[in-house]
């Protein structure tokens, strides 16, 4: 949930900032500031003086970025674990596995023996 800072609270942040991000330092320029939650809401941030920074935009932009992202990967994990997501109705498969050829056949039968002395005459 989205909790945004009061006029009393902007205005009191602005004069503490003298002007300036208080990231970087730069001059503030109308309309290209923001007001930013130091510690967000959804992690038990409030909306007091002490939780507000003032940042140019180029300051805000990548922690807004990175924290969307945070927020909605927590979002997908959360509705996955409680099952709000809806079930696929076919299982996946897999492509499985090629097809073997014909195995070859013996020319001739071996009996144990014969087989036997085959090997030990290679192994001698």
Excluded at 74 to 80: G, K
Aim: hydrophobic share 30%; charged share 30%.
């Amino acid at each position: 949930m989205r909790l945004e800072f009061t006029r009393k609270t902007k205005v009191l942040a602005f004069q503490r900032s003298k002007g300036f991000c208080e990231e970087c330092s730069a001059r503030l320029v109308p309309g290209k500031f923001q007001y930013d939650h130091i510690k967000e809401a959804n992690d038990g941030g409030d909306n007091s003086l002490a939780n507000c920074k003032v940042l140019c935009t180029p300051c805000h932009q990548p922690k807004t970025t990175k924290y969307v992202q945070e927020t909605r990967k927590h979002e997908r994990i959360r509705d996955n674990n409680i099952g709000a997501f809806p079930k696929t109705k076919r299982p996946l498969q897999s492509a499985g596995f090629a097809k073997a050829g014909p195995q070859k056949k013996a020319t001739r039968r071996l009996s144990k023996w014969a087989a036997w002395r085959a090997l030990g005459d290679d192994n001698g």
